[in-house]
Each structure stands twice: as structure tokens, then as C-alpha cells.
């Protein structure tokens, strides 16, 4: 079973930041938040990932609270092709055999 | 770099063939894996690869069988194909090495939609 919860769906107007929230409450203190992202049945595609502090990079920040039990993925200003399924996953780092995909958040941008 | 190619795109079976699903990387990536992903669902682990000559089970191994001889090739074979292996498979591949955070990132090939009648 996934580690997380994460809504099953969201809408964001184009050009506005898109906010998606993960709860993962039994995080442990080892495990890292990764987040992914799968366009139209294509291969899932790799985001951002963070153990503790906040992180950015050219596609989207990460936002984890203090008591990291959970987190939010922030895409500045979306864009139709962000349109996707989201995935917030926690693992131990380089422990792939861990990546536990849920059923991820389904984002919608609308024009 | 060609990332992670995955041949073929798409198979239709009939119950009880078999046939191999292809995985190549060429990003020389110790870790290579295989998901499934049924309708609306997310990715399962099937097998996976630490490196040439060592392969282990993942969630749902069943019915499936790996072997990896080189570092490049991770080949999925389906041994007596059910309806029930009907489902889009993921090829993926990410180096393990401890050196630096940064590389520990997974990537995936664009998938094979298997349909088995």
C-alpha cells in the first residue's frame, strides 16, 4: 500500500499556481518525498524531491512542513501540458525497490 | 542519449503464449525495473536488477520471469500469458550510486500496452 494520501483530482486555471497537497503521516526519518508526474499514460516522469527543507527546481518547488507529515508540490504557473497524474511517493533514498505509486492526484488545467 | 527504449509499443496474445517484453537503457544505470499499471491505478513492482546477474521479486512477480546478462538489457518474459496480465507495462532505470543525492531519480521508458484475449 501507498505511504501517502493525496486528493484524487484538482483543477487549476492556466497561469496560476497549482497547489497539491500529500499527506504522509507515518513518514519515517529516513524517507524522502518524491514527487512524479504521468502525462496521458506515458511513462511517469521524475519532479522534485526533498527530505526536510523546502526545494526548487526549474519545474516546481516542494513545500514540507516542520513535522514533515505532509507536503505541497507547487508549480508556479501552469500550463495545459501540465495537465497529469501526480504522484507523491516516500521511500528511503536509493531504495527503489520502494516506490510505492498510488493512485496520485489527477491535475486538470483549464484554459 | 536514447534514455530508456521499450519494444514493443504495443501486443495482443492469446492466453497461454508467451512472449518477452524488451528494456534497453544506455545511460549505464546499475538499477533497472519493471511496473505494471492497470486502469486507473498507479505502478506495481514486478522484478528488478541491482546489476547484470542479479535480479529479485517486486510486488507482484507472478507469472513473469527477468534475467539480466548486461547492464544495458532487463527483458520481462510472460511464460503462458493470462487475460489477467492485460495491462500497460513500465520499463525503468536510475543509478544507485551513493555519491550523490541528486542522481536518485528513476527513469522510465514509454511503456508497452499488452492486451491479452
Known amino acids: 500500500d501507498a505511504k501517502t494520501t493525496q486528493p484524487p483530482s484538482m483543477d487549476c486555471a492556466e497561469g496560476r499556481a497549482a497547489n497539491l497537497p500529500c499527506n504522509h503521516s507515518t513518514i519515517s526519518g529516513n524517507e524522502y518525498v518524491y514527487w512524479y508526474r504521468q502525462i496521458h499514460s506515458q511513462g511517469p516522469q521524475y519532479i522534485i524531491h526533498?527530505?526536510?527543507n523546502n526545494e526548487t527546481n526549474e519545474m516546481a518547488s516542494l513545500i514540507i512542513t516542520e513535522d514533515r507529515k505532509s507536503s505541497t508540490l507547487i508549480l508556479p504557473h501552469a500550463t495545459l501540458r501540465d495537465t497529469a497524474v501526480y504522484y507523491c511517493i516516500v521511500r528511503v533514498a536509493f531504495n527503489n525497490n520502494d516506490m510505492r505509486f498510488g493512485a496520485g492526484t489527477r491535475l486538470t488545467v483549464k484554459p | 542519449n536514447a534514455g530508456v527504449t521499450q519494444t514493443p509499443k504495443f501486443q495482443v496474445l492469446k492466453t497461454g503464449q508467451s512472449m518477452t517484453l524488451q528494456c534497453a537503457q544506455d545511460?549505464?544505470?546499475?538499477?533497472m525495473s519493471w511496473y505494471r499499471q492497470d486502469p486507473g491505478m498507479g505502478l506495481r513492482l514486478i522484478h528488478y536488477?541491482?546489476?547484470?546477474?542479479?535480479?529479485d521479486q517486486g510486488e507482484v512477480p507472478n507469472g513473469y520471469n527477468v534475467s539480466r546478462s548486461t547492464t544495458e538489457d532487463f527483458p520481462l518474459r510472460l511464460l503462458s500469458a493470462a487475460p489477467s496480465q492485460t495491462s500497460v507495462y513500465f520499463c525503468a532505470s536510475s543509478s544507485v550510486g551513493p555519491f550523490s543525492i541528486q542522481v536518485d531519480t528513476q527513469y522510465f521508458g514509454p511503456g508497452t500496452r499488452l492486451t491479452v484475449l
Open positions: 526533498g527530505l526536510k
Open positions: 536488477s541491482v546489476g547484470a546477474g542479479i535480479t
Open positions: 545511460m549505464n544505470h546499475e538499477y
